[in-house]
């Protein structure tokens, strides 16, 4: 990829361009092959794809263990790949729209719920659920 994009296109700040890129080439691809980059890009959280949604809501914050939370750096990174593919690729995913829909209220419970527990979450770790609430 880099031969094909140029030296700028590495590290951290440019995970965009990277991402971009290969919407690009998914956006060539038929709407039932989507589903594989969604199954990957949603791996992480797979679990808040079972079920019915206000049933998995429920069960998300039922479930949620504070020593088993997905840390929020990599929360953070989930949510704005899937912006990037809401963004790019809207037109590919309109049968995938609720799965994503019940992830992002699976996540935004657990996140709330983590907020209302806050006096056993590390501080370090209350500011970057804090900028995942916005």
Same mark, same amino acid.
């Given at each position: ?68 939370? $997905? ?6 990174? /989930? =949510?704005?790949? *899937? ?5 790019? &690729? +809207? #037109? $590919? ?6 799965? /994503? =829909?019940?992830? *992002? ?5 657990? &996140? +709330? #719920? ?21």
């Amino acid at each position: 990829m880099k031969n094909k994009t140029g030296s700028k296109t590495q590290g951290k700040s440019a995970s965009g361009t990277r991402m971009a890129i290969v919407l690009r080439f998914l956006a060539g691809t038929q709407p039932e092959e989507i589903q594989f980059f969604l199954d990957l890009l949603s791996e992480p959280v797979k679990h808040f794809k079972n079920g019915e949604c206000h049933s998995a809501v429920l069960r998300a914050v039922e479930d949620l263990d504070l020593s088993k939370v $997905l840390p929020m750096g990599r929360q953070h990174g /989930i =949510l704005n790949s *899937l912006e990037v593919v809401l963004k790019n &690729v +809207s #037109h $590919l995913i309109s049968a995938y729209l609720p799965k /994503i =829909l019940q992830i *992002l209220l699976c996540m935004t419970a657990a &996140v +709330s #719920h983590i907020l209302d527990q806050r006096e056993k979450v590390r501080v370090s770790e209350m500011l970057a659920s804090r900028s995942l609430n916005r």
